[in-house]
Nanobody, 122 residues
């Protein structure tokens, strides 16, 4: 079972940047796809980005393409989400997830982290 801990959230002005980290424990971390989800107040949780087990497959939510970049360091059991040009609508709790990313681009969620708050002020 993979355990995940997010960090790096905070308060930033619109146009600013943040980098979220998802640290995983467990021997199977490198064999799991890792995704970032977010949930804003009153809204459903949505998939923001996912990274396959290698560097060959990544997917992004349309509204973050060109602004967010997901990357992973299997040696450090860590996945990052670099968020640039942040907008107030990016405000949400961001969650890390270890699951399965299919060739089709579909993602099946697995274990969750506890979340980290990102607040973007206008």
């Amino acid at each position: 079972q993979v355990q995940l801990v997010e960090s790096g959230g905070g308060l930033v002005q619109a146009g600013g940047s943040l980098r979220l980290s998802c640290a995983g424990s467990g021997s199977t971390f490198s064999r799991r796809a890792i995704a970032w989800y977010r949930q804003a107040p009153g809204k459903q949780r949505e998939l923001v980005a996912a990274h396959g087990t290698s560097g060959f497959k990544m997917i992004y939510l349309d509204s973050v393409k060109g602004r967010f970049t997901i990357s992973r360091d299997n040696a450090e059991n860590t996945v990052y989400l670099q968020m640039n040009s942040l907008k107030p609508e990016d405000t949400a709790v961001y969650f890390c997830n270890a699951g399965t990313l299919f060739v089709s681009g579909a993602y099946s969620a697995g274990a969750w982290g506890q979340g980290t708050q990102v607040t973007v002020s206008s």
